[in-house]
């Protein structure tokens, strides 16, 4: 099944898998807004495009075709690269959701004190008791 790339008017990227016969043209962003289809490179991978040998495979996360693991492994270590450890990525994002609870308390909070008294100052002081200067 060929992959399809969609693009939002803020620039987010979708990549579909689909079927040819069901493509869309647009697709909704998880923004919210409609993404249009755009023209991606098709990934190079074994025996296709006439190729006659092979020697290894197409990694899309480093664009590029290694040999094997070793070579792999040379190159994230000149890119500055890791692998990701067991758990990590759902760590970031449970970090970032807690991040982001935060910041929506502290936004509720000053549109709260802002709209009582009618002064930035006093939300700020209120909502931010220790700035960091």
Request: proline share 3%; net charge neutral.
């Amino acid at each position: 099944m060929p992959l399809y790339e969609y693009k939002c008017r803020s620039g987010h990227l979708i990549t579909e898998l689909r079927k040819y016969e069901s493509r869309l043209d647009t697709v909704v962003c998880w923004c919210g807004q409609h993404a249009s289809i755009i023209v991606s490179m098709p990934a190079k991978t074994a025996w296709s495009w006439g190729d006659t040998k092979w020697d290894g495979y197409h990694d899309r996360g480093l664009n590029m075709t290694l040999r094997d693991k070793n070579h792999r492994e040379r190159v994230m270590k000149a890119k500055g690269l890791r692998e990701l450890q067991d758990g990590e990525v759902e760590a970031e994002v449970s970090r970032a959701t807690r991040e982001q609870e935060q910041h929506d308390k502290n936004m509720s909070k000053f549109q709260r004190v802002l709209s009582d008294t009618g002064s930035t100052a006093i939300a700020m002081a209120e909502t931010f008791p220790n700035p960091e200067v």
